[in-house]
């Protein structure tokens, strides 16, 4: 195999530059001549040796080239940057500097975490893993990774909701709502936020609880980078031998039939299935080799349990791999090296066999699609969102993703192709929004079909905030107005899935 869980996007077109320079082009030079006085040791610009390792991501397609990239080391520092991003060179919104955010830099698809003309946050640097004195949260810097955050946990005896590969980071898998291996007992990572530390658009460094600014608290339980720069996040920890039983088995694709079947069983929450227990089923489809695979990635967070809704995946035959073991959290993550050009983009349904088969016949028949693209890698995943997820969010308070009221057990659905040539771009952007297309017609015509777009797995041209429904659409624009009446995070951020704009083109 040529790598496992490629992930996201397609190219972000650049006009050809003016030989005289732009009055956003001038904006940007007098921002990036301000935090440098300011900060000598923590902006490089294009010219600087260091310039190329900071602005790398996970995904060439992600690439763009800032004007200039700026490192914070704390949140008064974010702060001060966000002052001189929002003045600009003058006093009219006009005159702010347009910049990116990016913390682990895992979103692929060319603009969300990265910016041509303009300013880059890099927040690598905002990286501590701190547990609290009581024991009853940790808190983690928004640029921190989850290995390393799992890591400097190890042996601590505590747990907490977070992203399953290592590389992740904090702050965009959680902003987004993000999907744990604890989430069947916790239920979405961002709904075990107990604070936020976040930057606003005046600068000021706010704290968003239960207690504080609780309508900026509840927004970002999935609201994106649409209000402010959480600098900080203090996660809800539970006392846990931090050990888990599961690992990967490989398969061949003539076992379809049967793991979908399985899939289906999993996911139906009447069959009693253990809230300790997940899955992800992963395709992996190389059109230039012929290798097609079925990943059964699975587990169990309580290694005493009898594992009883895992083991028709355990007893799967015949295997290709079969790495089911004892070990860590810190440990279980596989990592997931630097890929070229990925996009992904999903969908969501509700459990039911026929609606499963008809997503696997449409994903595979997109894919045939592409027979002229070399090098494709057609890798998809579905992902069980059974009924007592939702029910473990709303016990801890809920969040903005508006699946708080569905009474059925579903499914999540993305896909994300992989290739090295970037003329074929625009020919896998179109096919993953027919994809999308193809999803939702099959599912809604076998009434199955859900609004939901999880903003983890989400393409740059799907709309995500709105399919969070009308009235947390609502909610959500209504918070952005109040924490940021000008719109800097709307209009000077491009970057994610904004409240009042078409979605980025991929």
């Not at 979103?107 to 640097?125: F, K, R, Y």
């Not at 997931?336 to 609606?355: G, H, K, Q, Y």
């Not at 016990?395 to 579903?410: I, P, T, W």
């Not at 999803?439 to 009434?447: H, I, R, S, Y």
């Amino acid at each position: 195999m040529r790598g496992l869980l490629p992930i996201a996007a397609a190219s972000w077109a650049s006009g050809a530059l003016a030989a005289k320079p732009s009055s956003t082009e001038a904006n940007v030079a007098a921002c990036c001549s301000k935090l440098a006085e300011g900060f000598p040791s923590q902006v490089v610009s294009t010219s600087d040796p260091l310039y190329s390792s900071w602005n790398q991501r996970w995904a060439d397609t992600a690439e763009l080239k800032p004007n200039c990239i700026f490192r914070p080391q704390s949140s008064a520092d974010v702060s001060a940057a966000v002052k001189v991003l929002a003045k600009g060179a003058g006093k009219s919104p006009e005159d702010r500097c347009p910049f990116s955010l990016v913390a682990g830099g895992h979103t692929p698809w060319a603009g969300a975490n990265n910016i041509h003309t303009g300013v880059a946050l890099e927040l690598s640097q905002l990286n501590q893993v701190v547990i609290s004195n009581d024991r009853s949260y940790v808190q983690l810097g928004a640029g921190a990774r989850w290995h390393d955050a799992y890591v400097k946990t190890d042996g601590e005896g505590l747990v907490y909701p977070g992203g399953r590969c290592p590389d992740v980071g904090v702050a965009g898998l959680t902003l987004g709502g993000g999907y744990s291996w604890f989430s069947g007992e916790m239920g979405f990572v961002a709904d075990n936020v107990v604070n936020y530390e976040v930057v606003l658009a005046s600068g000021e460094i706010v704290n968003a609880n239960e207690k504080q600014h609780t309508d900026l608290w509840e927004a970002l339980k999935g609201g994106s980078n649409n209000f402010g720069i959480v600098t900080r996040f203090d996660m809800r920890a539970t006392e846990h031998d931090q050990q888990v039983y599961g690992g990967l088995v490989i398969v061949p694709a003539s076992l379809t039939g049967e793991v979908l079947c399985a899939l289906h069983n999993f996911t139906d929450d009447s069959t009693g299935v253990h809230k300790t227990a997940g899955l992800t089923i992963e395709y992996y489809i190389d059109t230039v080799t012929g290798d097609e695979q079925i990943l059964l990635w699975l587990i169990d967070t309580d290694v005493s349990a009898s594992h009883a809704s895992l083991q028709p995946f355990f007893d799967m035959e015949p295997k290709y791999l079969n790495q089911v073991y004892q070990t860590s959290i810190a440990d279980y993550p596989a990592s997931i090296p630097p890929v070229s050009r990925v996009l992904m983009a999903d969908a969501t349904f509700v459990n039911d066999l026929e609606a499963i088969k008809a997503v696997y016949e449409v994903t595979v028949e997109v894919k045939d699609s592409l027979s002229h693209v070399a090098d494709l890698v057609w890798d998809f995943q579905f992902e069980p969102l059974p009924r007592h997820i939702i029910e473990a969010s709303n016990a801890r308070g809920g969040n903005v993703l508006g699946l708080g009221d569905a009474e059925d057990d579903m499914l999540i659905v993305f896909i994300m192709p992989l290739w090295q040539d970037a003329q074929y771009d625009a020919d896998i952007n179109n096919a993953a929004a027919r994809w999308v297309e193809c999803v939702q017609q099959a599912t809604n015509a076998l009434g199955n079909g859900h609004r939901f777009e999880f903003a983890n797995y989400a393409a740059g041209f799907q709309d995500v905030m709105k399919s969070y429904g009308p009235a947390n659409h609502k909610f959500l624009r209504d918070v952005a107005k109040t924490y940021d009446p000008k719109g800097l995070f709307q209009k000077a951020v491009p970057g994610g899935y904004k409240l009042d704009k078409k979605p980025a083109k991929t």
